[in-house]
């Protein structure tokens, strides 16, 4: 997963000298996507999880030591408080 980005440059080979120390990911869009895929919302979050994990696991696996989520989308803040 993490490679891809990297061996679609031209010149960079995927090691691990090669990839970043700290990477941050805002989850937002999972309600949108399930949305345009025909799916509850729910379905979506449940999408962006398995995609959190997946990341998680490859994060691991090619020594990145810092992996910040941010999970709080943009349409929170029009939620009323008792929400």
């Not at 960079?12 to 970043?20: G, K, R």
């Not at 994990?53 to 009323?80: D, H, M, Y």
Request: glycine content about 10%; aromatic content about 6%; hydrophobic content about 35%.
């Amino acid at each position: 997963m993490l490679e891809n980005r990297y061996q679609s440059q031209p010149g960079v080979a995927a090691h691990h000298n090669n990839l970043p120390k700290h990477i941050a990911i805002i989850m937002d869009g999972n309600g949108r996507w399930a949305k345009e895929q025909k799916l509850s919302r729910t379905k979506g979050h449940q999408a962006g999880v398995k995609r959190a994990q997946e990341v998680v696991s490859a994060c691991g696996e090619k020594g990145i030591s810092v992996l910040t989520l941010f999970a709080f989308g943009v349409e929170n803040w029009k939620r009323p408080a008792s929400k």
